[in-house]
């Protein structure tokens, strides 16, 4: 038997075709955008792995360590060896920690089809060279120029001879071997060490603030001693007029052979900055998540008869989120966040008519009968799964347009992972432990960082937002308490309690040990996962939420206090018969004259106002409340406002004249028709306010004299679905695409790659399909029926999606061929006028 190793790959598709299946689904499960379509076989997969588009996002989503081992690639030779690699990472010192964690980086690299071929010849995929490569447009992160040979590359030769001279070298006869003999020098420690021995004091400081990148420099036309003598020696190559740069391999000596300044090879730390007993922390959250629900309520509430208009170019304007703020008593950044929040529900929307304005939709009375815990499960299910992002509103959108609460422009795909990412990390500590803002931030940082040392714009920065963002919102909406997760906060994720592994989303370490890479974070939960996860939180939540209470403390002073959260009719009718003056703990309502009357024109009378307050109160009717009711509805309705345009009619004259004579009725411009009549020029609406504001209570009747019962009409958009979450890419395909997509692209390989006997036509082109004539195709067929050979086939199905195939010929019969397909593994029938060709395949 032999024991000769297997061939080392020639190339990214060969790498692919040696892995197995798991391999395969693994790389499928990271790089989700591979499969999208079905690639059909394993070179077009390969292919498509090298684009620059799918290079771009595997990139993006590389650890800080895996992202600097792949910088480090594209410095190295091509191919590199793993030692050459090491020691760039570890540089002459031979870092330890950096030396355990590299086999793990370079494995993940590998996984993702960003690094193929053994430990002795390691590539990176063309494309991330490109992209990770130093260049005078694009320098490298690592902070190195191009080496000796790319510098050198336009150099005269006369040019190039003079440096080897310069740094003692013999000439040579050409400029290859010139060059050649330099970058021997400069990769030899020893030689290079003397030569900068050499150096005087002030050239060395040049190479100093080079160093460390970037590597290039401007020179004048005349350069100073110092510069000169580094340019004679090629230490300083010239890239263009009045530009020189350090050549890489003269950096990584400067360096002691490393890459980056700073390898990190471990990820921050997110710890416990302060520790709270778990009970305090679920309390706080149920506390906060309390005032989201009252919260919630109030702002559909307040937009109950028709929120503020929608604007042209779709959103709220700043005024309308200004008096939102206002009337919820919050920040206006923080009101963006219920309205957006609201709209994430489905709870809110626009109702779509001429005049369009936002209201609530009809989801929202369906929600509002729900139990308090399963309302607050789905505001958090709604935030945790939403794209848009509350904390862009009054920011501005790359064309310099404003961003406006439930405007365009605020959906960013990356908000779900990192809301779900943050909420892990600090699932991860123990329970009550509250974490440093900028220990999340900093993690955060390291699992997705910036290609480069540029700074931190762009979508990096964006990343970082969404996280402070994330533990703000968390905390508003009660999820977190105290800056710690809450219980229900662990439900909601789908996690264990801290420390208990669960039995399929095993909780993830706050730091690794130096031994292992750094953990993969877990992905969201999928739909399903996620409606178990909210109803295990409604659940541990319900009980901290307090009991609805079906009573008020009436007091002297024309208030009530209503010591916790009260029963839906309850707190209908008091909204109506009183106003709101404080909120918190327990919500204060003050009786005035102008809200009782408010109760009377909603149809109530003073005997139901009376009996209401007596059933609901815990302590007698004060009677100061008693006579202020008494006295409205004394007054209430003894004035009657119809339409004339309008009238006022009352059977006592003597009032009628006071009104008369009242200098602030001349707006209305009243006469007087009869004794108990005055005919208005303005609006009934517009007479009734009048009235009201001297200090009359009139009320509205209808054209038969009845008395008009003023109920506020709760206006409702038509039935509306919550707004879908734009998607950060395709989705993570589940087990049952991935082995479907792996079997298909393994059956296409086989084809496609399957020995065929020579013929007299041209060779095909990788993936072109066979062709034949009919008569040729039905010929060969029926030939291999009678010899049981194995043909090679293209195949075009009924939606045009062609394919190749290998099939064993059993019967051809009514233009049909019934044959074993050895790619699909069964028995099929194909028509014959679908195959485009056939062939023979060889012996072996």
Known sequence: MSTEDPPAPRSLAEAL?????????????????????????????????????????????????????????????????????????????ADETVARALPGAVAALREQALVWGDDDRLRLVRTARELLAPSPQHPSPTGLGPSVREATAGMSPGRVQAIVSAVGLPSTHDSVSAVTALTGLFTDRTQLGALLGRAPADSLDVLDRLVWGPPYGQVTADPAPRLRWLLDRGLLLPTAPGTVVLPREVALHLRAGRAHRAPEPLPPAVEPAVTHRPQDVDATAAGQAYTALATVEELLKEWDEGGPAVLRAGGLSVRDLKRTAVALDVAEPVAAFWVELAYAAGLLASDGEADERYAATPAYDEWRERPAAERWAGLAGAWLAATRTA????????????????????????????????????????????????????????????????????????????????????????????????????????????????????????EPTPVAPAPRPPAPLSPPEQAVAVAAAARLLAPLLPEPLDHVLLQADLTAVAPGPLRRPLADVLGVLANVESKGGATVYRFTPASVRRALDAGRT??????????????????????????????????????????????????LNEILADKRSAGLRLRRLAPTVLAAQADPA???????????????????????????????????????????????????????????????????TAPR????????????????????????????????????????????????????????????????????????????HRITGVAELADE
């Open 757 to 832: 006997k020579p013929t007299d036509t041209a060779p095909l082109a990788p993936g072109e399909l066979p062709r034949t004539s009919s008569a040729e195709t039905l010929a060969t067929v029926q030939a291999a029926v009678l010899t049981g050979e194995a043909l090679w086939i293209g195949y075009v199905n009924a939606e045009g999606g062609a394919s190749q195939r290998v099939i064993a010929p059993v019967r051809v019969e009514g233009g049909f061929v019934t044959a074993y397909d050895h790619t699909a593994d069964e028995v099929r029938t194909y028509p014959l």
């Open 391 to 510: 904390g862009l509103v009054g920011g501005r959108d790359a064309k310099d347009r404003a961003l406006s609460a439930l405007g365009p422009g605020l959906d960013r795909s990356a908000a779900p992972e990192v809301r779900h990412r943050v909420l892990t990390l600090l699932a991860g500590l123990p329970e009550g432990g509250a974490p440093d803002a900028e220990a999340v931030l900093g993690r955060l940082r390291w699992e997705r960082p910036l290609r480069g040392p540029q700074g931190t714009a762009g979508e990096d920065d964006l990343r970082s937002r969404l996280g402070r963002w994330t533990l703000a919102e968390a905390e508003l909406l009660g999820v977190t308490g105290r800056g710690a997760l809450s219980a229900h906060g662990r439900a909601l994720l789908g996690a264990s309690p801290a420390g208990v592994p669960g039995p399929d989303r095993p909780a993830v370490p706050a």
């Open 606 to 655: 003073a005997s139901d106002l009376h009996a209401f307050l007596a059933e609901h109160s815990r302590t007698p009717v004060p009677q100061p409340l008693a006579y202020l009711i008494d006295d409205v509805a004394r007054r209430h309705g003894h004035l009657r406002v119809g339409a004339a345009s309008a009238y006022v009619r009352c059977d006592d004259d003597a009032l």
């Open 17 to 93: 075709r040696a892995r197995d299946d798991d391999s395969l689904a693994a790389l499928l499960r990271r790089r989700p955008d591979l499969i999208t379509p079905v690639p059909t076989d394993l070179t077009q997969l390969a292919t498509r792995a090298g684009t620059r588009a799918s290079v771009v996002r595997a990139l993006e989503r590389l650890d800080r360590f895996a992202l600097q081992t792949a910088e480090a690639l594209a410095v190295a030779g091509d191919p590199a060896a793993y030692g050459e690699l090491l020691g760039l990472m570890a540089g002459d010192t």
């Open 686 to 752: 517009a007479l009734l306010d009048g009235l009201r504001a001297m200090g009359f209570a009139p009320a509205a009747e209808s054209a038969e004299g009845d008395v008009l019962i003023a109920r506020a009409h709760a206006h409702r958009t038509p039935p509306r679905t919550a707004p879908e979450p734009v998607p950060d890419g395709p989705p993570v395909p589940d087990a049952t695409l991935l082995t479907a997509a792996i079997r298909a692209v393994r059956a296409g390989d086989l084809a496609s």
